[in-house]
T-cell receptor
Framework: AQSVTQPDIHITVSEGASLELRCNYSYGATPYLFWYVQSPGQGLQLLLKYFSGDTLVQGIKGFEAEFKRSQSSFNLRKPSVHWSDAAEYFCAVVPGVSGGYNKLIFGAGTRLAVHP | DTEVTQTPKHLVMGMTNKKSLKCEQHMGHRAMYWYKQKAKKPPELMFVYSYEKLSINESVPSRFSPECPNSSLLNLHLHALQPEDSALYLC?????????????FGPGTRLTVL
């Protein structure tokens, strides 16, 4: 079945530590890939996106993500986490099927907690 | 400016009430979206408007009625809602409705149905 999987529901890291949030998708064609962040009670903010080309994508707030076709993954990374990064992170895809429309399909989300 | 605004921030309504949610963007985007997000769940698409015409309805019950009066405004009219409709309603917009066009989200309206 077509899906977006974020295996980690909760992650806790110490401030200053590195971070990697996992995302896997199962679509036949390479979809359009996004990472959004949502602070409590807020809307979603786009961190970065991948359509094609260089598989390492830089985003805002010091985040980056790497697309790996062989693993159907699009993991989000940050070298040094700040307390303000505590939030819910959603991986999302728009399936790359012809005739499809611009429907974002979200993973279940990963809630990040940051310890001082 | 990548701002999408939504009003009100919070709304409490009874099951017999009629209310409306409003969304506005001034980025010149021609596609607008409504999403529903239940607590601790990801957002789910409800409607897509492209060039002020409804292009996608994701089998949403008729008690939710979208309206796009012009290219900058999107409304969601609510009538005879159920308590299970309580959620965060997010509006988004994109340059066009082409697959992959980046969607920019508003802060949402938190709806409680009593």
């Amino acid at each position: 079945a077509q899906s977006v999987t974020q295996p980690d529901i909760h992650i806790t890291v110490s401030e200053g530590a590195s971070l990697e949030l996992r995302c896997n998708y199962s679509y036949g064609a390479t979809p359009y890939l996004f990472w959004y962040v949502q602070s409590p009670g807020q809307g979603l903010q786009l961190l970065l996106k991948y359509f094609s080309g260089d598989t390492l994508v830089q985003g805002i707030k010091g985040f980056e993500a790497e697309f790996k076709r062989s693993q159907s993954s699009f993991n989000l990374r940050k070298p040094s986490v700040h307390w303000s990064d505590a939030a819910e992170y959603f991986c999302a895809v728009v399936p790359g099927v012809s005739g499809g429309y611009n429907k974002l399909i979200f993973g279940a989300g990963t809630r990040l907690a940051v310890h001082p | 400016d990548t701002e999408v605004t939504q009003t009100p921030k919070h709304l409490v309504m009874g099951m017999t009430n009629k209310k409306s949610l409003k969304c506005e963007q001034h980025m010149g985007h021609r596609a607008m979206y409504w999403y529903k997000q239940k607590a601790k769940k990801p957002p789910e698409l409800m409607f897509v408007y492209s060039y002020e015409k409804l292009s996608i309805n994701e089998s949403v019950p008729s008690r939710f009625s979208p309206e796009c009066p012009n290219s900058s405004l999107l409304n969601l009219h609510l009538h005879a809602l159920q308590p299970e409709d309580s959620a965060l309603y997010l509006c988004a917009s994109s340059q066009d409705a082409r697959r992959g066009d980046t969607q920019y989200f508003g802060p949402g309206t938190r709806l409680t149905v009593l």
